[in-house]
């Protein structure tokens, strides 16, 4: 039965989808920044070349398919909260590059970005990594058999084949989520004593 949410036809189209949309951001920058002068044939030709590689080069395919949606959810979001700033009264002229300049809008808007970033990075090189590392550990060494923490195949064991539990298990061990929230509470502590 064919449904509007079946994306075996999209799949398809993936590597179109990587093309066009690499194709538009490398022109767009190159454009904007006029790193070549005036050219836009070299623009168009540079942003041709890596767009043409990133859609035939697999990791990097995956890599832009998993950090496009989310990066345009974000886009959304802040899109979303201008508008609603702009019901309240503030001028898209006047306000709006001063609440951009403000360290704790750019900071944000930077630390979110690096976060979809790194989770791009780990979906697309963490189970590839974590096979080519899988039982190379030496001797008397931390992942050694025999060293401290639940056996293989226990609940909570970071020795699975799998990237994704062990990456859950890591994060969701109660040393990382007290380390965690010993960080957000310095965190606090240092923000909240500056700015007195």
Do not use: C
């Given at each position: 039965m064919a449904s509007i949410l079946d994306t075996g036809l999209v799949n398809l189209f993936t590597g179109i989808f990587v093309f066009l949309l690499v194709y538009s951001v490398v022109w767009g920058f190159l454009t904007w920044r006029k790193i070549f002068g005036d050219n836009k044939g070299v623009y168009a030709?540079?942003?041709f070349v890596l767009a043409f590689m990133a859609a035939i080069a697999p990791p990097v395919r995956f890599f832009i398919t998993f950090i496009a949606p989310w990066y345009l959810a974000f886009i959304m979001v802040l899109f979303f909260i201008l508008f609603i700033i702009t019901l309240f009264g503030l001028s898209s002229d006047k306000d709006f590059p001063g609440i951009i300049k403000d360290t704790r809008v750019y900071t944000t808007i930077l630390v979110v970005s690096v976060v979809i970033f790194l989770a791009g990075l780990a979906f697309t090189l963490g189970q590839q990594s974590l096979e080519l590392t899988q039982g190379g550990a030496p001797e008397g060494s931390i992942m050694a058999p025999g060293s401290v923490g639940p056996s293989p195949g226990m609940p909570g064991s970071t020795a699975t084949s799998s990237y994704s539990t062990n990456l859950a298990n890591t994060l969701f061990?109660?040393?990382?989520?007290?380390?965690?929230?010993?960080?957000?509470i310095a965190s606090l502590a240092v923000y909240f004593l500056s700015t007195n």
């Amino acid at each position: 039965m064919a449904s509007i949410l079946d994306t075996g036809l999209v799949n398809l189209f993936t590597g179109i989808f990587v093309f066009l949309l690499v194709y538009s951001v490398v022109w767009g920058f190159l454009t904007w920044r006029k790193i070549f002068g005036d050219n836009k044939g070299v623009y168009a030709m540079v942003a041709f070349v890596l767009a043409f590689m990133a859609a035939i080069a697999p990791p990097v395919r995956f890599f832009i398919t998993f950090i496009a949606p989310w990066y345009l959810a974000f886009i959304m979001v802040l899109f979303f909260i201008l508008f609603i700033i702009t019901l309240f009264g503030l001028s898209s002229d006047k306000d709006f590059p001063g609440i951009i300049k403000d360290t704790r809008v750019y900071t944000t808007i930077l630390v979110v970005s690096v976060v979809i970033f790194l989770a791009g990075l780990a979906f697309t090189l963490g189970q590839q990594s974590l096979e080519l590392t899988q039982g190379g550990a030496p001797e008397g060494s931390i992942m050694a058999p025999g060293s401290v923490g639940p056996s293989p195949g226990m609940p909570g064991s970071t020795a699975t084949s799998s990237y994704s539990t062990n990456l859950a298990n890591t994060l969701f061990h109660p040393k990382v989520l007290g380390l965690a929230v010993t960080f957000l509470i310095a965190s606090l502590a240092v923000y909240f004593l500056s700015t007195n």
